[in-house]
């Protein structure tokens, strides 16, 4: 069955280091998407991508977050100077058609913990 | 804006006993409502979903059904395995807005 994979799955970085979070999406997928869960808490959404733009973003997607398609193949999210709030799971979604009515799949998630 | 409030855990049930959880949203349109769960040291899943109201999603003995009077999507199951153990979310979507409830961690015992 087709799968979302992320790397890495655990990053540990200290605080202030870049880091890029990278997603291989299912291969007949148009939209993706990054959510991120702080320990114990809900899931937030923070970015949604279609035709090699951003098509919305939350108002936790600041301007230390950014996404691309670099290659076609991967989706990554690059986060420049981490914060100690950062420390979160961060999953990649994607989905054949908008998710009003499809279905997301998710990855299995990256964990970031910033010392 | 578009929200989603859901029981809070964590709930624990015995095999076989009868599953209950809530789940309430707010929208300002016609969203779909979905129910994702997450087992654990992995990624969510797509559980069940409802386009519309009225509408009853089902999978796994699990179900929900679209209640737009009382803004609601309980997730349901008659009969809990142990296998069940895991976080059970609550998600609207309308457009390209997915927002999620806060999670519910559920625990069978043998």
């Known amino acids: 069955e087709p799968e979302v994979t992320q790397t890495p799955s655990h990053q540990v970085t200290q605080m202030g280091q870049e880091v890029i979070l990278r997603c291989v999406p299912i291969s007949n997928h148009l939209y993706f998407y990054w959510y991120r869960q702080i320990l114990g808490q809900k899931v937030e959404f923070l970015v949604s991508?279609?035709?090699?733009?951003?098509?919305?973003k939350s108002e936790i997607f600041d301007d230390q977050f950014s996404v691309e398609r670099p290659d076609g193949s991967n989706f990554t999210l690059k986060i420049r100077s981490t914060k100690l709030e950062d420390s979160a799971m961060y999953f990649c979604a994607t989905s054949q058609v908008t998710h009003g009515t499809g279905e997301l799949f998710f990855g299995e998630g990256s964990r970031l913990t910033v010392l | 804006g578009n929200s989603v409030t859901q029981m809070e855990g964590p709930v624990t049930l015995s095999e076989e006993a009868f599953l209950t959880i809530n789940c309430t949203y707010t929208a300002t349109g016609y969203p779909s409502l979905f129910w994702y769960v997450q087992y654990p040291g992995e990624g969510l899943q797509l559980l069940l979903k409802a386009t519309k109201a009225d509408d009853k999603g089902s999978n796994k003995g699990f179900e929900a059904t679209y209640r737009k009077e009382t803004t609601s999507f309980h997730l349901e199951k008659g009969s809990v395995q142990v296998s069940d153990s895991a976080v059970y979310f609550c998600?609207?979507?309308?457009?390209?807005?997915?927002?999620f409830g806060a999670g519910t961690r559920l625990t069978v015992k043998p």
């Open positions: 991508f279609y035709n090699n733009e951003i098509s919305e």
């Open positions: 998600a609207l979507s309308e457009g390209n807005d997915m927002r």
